[in-house]
């Protein structure tokens, strides 16, 4: 497909046209969704027959190569109606990202015979792989936090390479789902319908082809030249965090700010309790939270969007390679948005009254998810400050996902 604006800006529209529609119906299957622990297999459908797993795919194989600042309000969109749904959608579609970085063969493997392949996986090394005759070896671990693994059409797995120095040792392997054995342990208060379920190798020592590798170091070298698509050229770890964490946030805090007007429009007419006369609709207080919430909640998108456009203008200028200190800005932006959408829905939550801490509440959930979001340690709001700061000040840091 062409990567002009225009042809980008109208396919974004047809897709998010697309994912509205389809948060209607998550939003009716959430609870039970979050009932079964999992992304409802009729959610899932219809997210893949829309297309959307594409945004992130090789046009080669069929995929819209979309831009990024595009990418997350697809994910936004989804997220209103289920949080748990678009978290599972950001996951997978990071995974396409990383999967189109992957040799030719690997690519042709997993996207060749279905564009919309979901992909899970948990990218932190968690064992080790041994170089052998025609790939590696990889032996056998846990890997917690395997989100989507029920719908995935492939696994990625971090392992560390044995014999290398650090800072050279890390790489993600593919593997297919038959191989994979999936624990029964996302037993969790917010996230619950993204099966985030522990997963391992259903062998001890589990050859993988070469071609199925890829180290770290090859997708955070920063200097990738025109031989990869537009899309791919950009800073693997802000991209990647971003497109993880702010479609999610930001639809879910969009979600909890029409919920709570729409909460204040249906009372306008009923006096708060233990009062005659007062509607909550008149309070300052009211006023204020509102007015707060759309502010925080705005300048959070705007400094997404400014991240994701440095992202894809670092990938159009070939001269330019980004410092580790510019990337690390750039992840700081994306976290600092994600804290402010976070905080525009607790405000909202603790203002909207008891009604919504029951489980039929949308608001409980919208509150319960971002709340767990937060907690994801690529989106620990001090770290990537202290990180940033060192940088700044030309201090050092061991810190890779930059």
């Not at 009932?35 to 899932?44: M, N, T």
């Not at 009923?270 to 300052?284: A, N």
């Not at 510019?326 to 976070?342: D, E, K, N, S, T």
Request: hydrophobic share 40%; aromatic share 8%; glycine share 6%.
């Amino acid at each position: 497909m062409d990567n002009t604006i225009a042809d980008q800006r109208e396919l974004a529209s047809t897709l998010l046209d697309r994912a509205r529609v389809v948060a209607s119906g998550l939003r009716e299957r959430a609870p039970e969704a979050e009932e079964r622990r999992r992304v409802h297999a009729e959610s899932f459908r219809a997210m893949k027959q829309a297309d959307l797993f594409r945004a992130y795919t090789p046009a080669r194989f069929g995929g819209y190569e979309l831009h990024p600042r595009y990418f997350w309000r697809i994910a936004a969109e989804i997220a209103k109606g289920c949080p748990s749904s678009s978290w599972v959608y950001s996951v997978m579609s990071c995974h396409t990202f990383v999967a189109a970085l992957f040799p030719e063969q690997a690519q042709e493997e997993v996207f060749g015979a279905d564009p919309n392949a979901g992909i899970s996986g948990i990218l932190p090394d968690r064992t080790s792989a041994t170089r052998t005759d025609g790939g590696y070896v990889l032996k056998n671990s846990v890997w917690p936090f395997g989100s989507g693994c029920h719908n995935a059409n492939w696994f990625l797995l971090g392992a560390q390479l044995d014999g290398m120095p650090p800072g050279h040792d890390k790489a993600f392997f593919l593997v297919p789902p038959e191989d994979i054995e999936i624990k029964d342990d996302w037993y969790v208060t917010g996230l619950r319908a993204t099966g985030s379920n522990s997963v391992s190798l259903k062998q001890d020592e589990y050859f993988v082809p070469g071609h199925r590798m890829l180290k770290a170091e090859t997708a955070l070298a920063h200097k990738y030249g025109t031989a990869r698509p537009l899309l791919y050229r950009a800073p693997f770890a802000p991209l990647l965090v971003i497109s993880l964490s702010a479609g999610t946030t930001m639809g879910a805090a969009t979600g909890a700010l029409e919920f709570y007007e729409d909460l204040l429009r249906t009372r306008s007419a009923r006096p708060m309790v233990y009062t005659d006369d007062i509607l909550k609709i008149q309070l300052s207080s009211t006023h204020h939270i509102l007015a707060e919430a759309t502010a925080k909640l705005e300048a959070a998108r705007l400094m997404t969007d400014h991240a994701m456009d440095l992202c894809y203008e670092a990938a159009t200028d070939n001269t330019r390679i980004l410092s580790t200190e510019q990337r690390a800005r750039i992840r700081l932006y994306g976290v600092h948005a994600m804290h402010q959408a976070r905080e525009v829905v607790n405000i909202l939550f603790q203002d909207s009254g008891g009604s919504s801490l029951h489980e039929r509440s949308q608001m409980q959930r919208f509150h319960r998810d971002i709340n767990a979001m937060s907690m994801h340690e690529a989106m620990h709001d001090e770290i990537i400050k202290e990180v940033y700061g060192r940088l700044r000040l030309n201090q050092t840091t061991t810190h890779w996902l930059l």
